[in-house]
């Protein structure tokens, strides 16, 4: 099981832009298909977008379609979230994970939209 650690996260005005980044353990994580999802304050765990292993598959929730950009460097073992007009609504707690529903996640990094 590959392990993982999100970073990146923090606190923006509306509007603004971020990076959030995910570090996988070991050397499987080339031959994975890879996940962001999020949780906000009361709410579950949603899936927001998904990557293949080679990244040329790409798929975007609807509610960050647009805005938000996945992908992946697998010489660094690592994946991105590039977020950009950004809203109160994008506030939670983000997660990469091995599974779309969660499954294998990291602790998370809080992203936090307020002006």
């Known amino acids: 099981q590959v392990q993982l650690v999100e970073s990146g996260g923090n606190l923006v005005r509306p509007g603004g832009s971020l990076t959030l980044s995910c570090l996988a353990s070991g050397d499987t994580f080339k031959n994975l298909w890879m996940y962001w999802l999020r949780q906000a304050p009361g709410k579950r765990l949603v899936w927001i977008a998904g990557?293949?292993?080679?990244?040329?598959?790409?798929y975007y929730d609807d509610a960050v379609k647009g805005r938000f950009t996945i992908s992946r460097d697998n010489a660094k073992n690592t994946l991105y979230l590039q977020m950009s007009d950004l809203n109160p609504e994008d506030t939670a707690l983000y997660y990469c994970?091995?599974?779309?529903?969660?499954?294998?996640r990291g602790p998370g990094t809080q992203v936090t939209v307020s002006s």
């Open positions: 994970a091995q599974d779309e529903d969660g499954g294998g």
């Open positions: 990557i293949n292993e080679n990244g040329g598959d790409i």
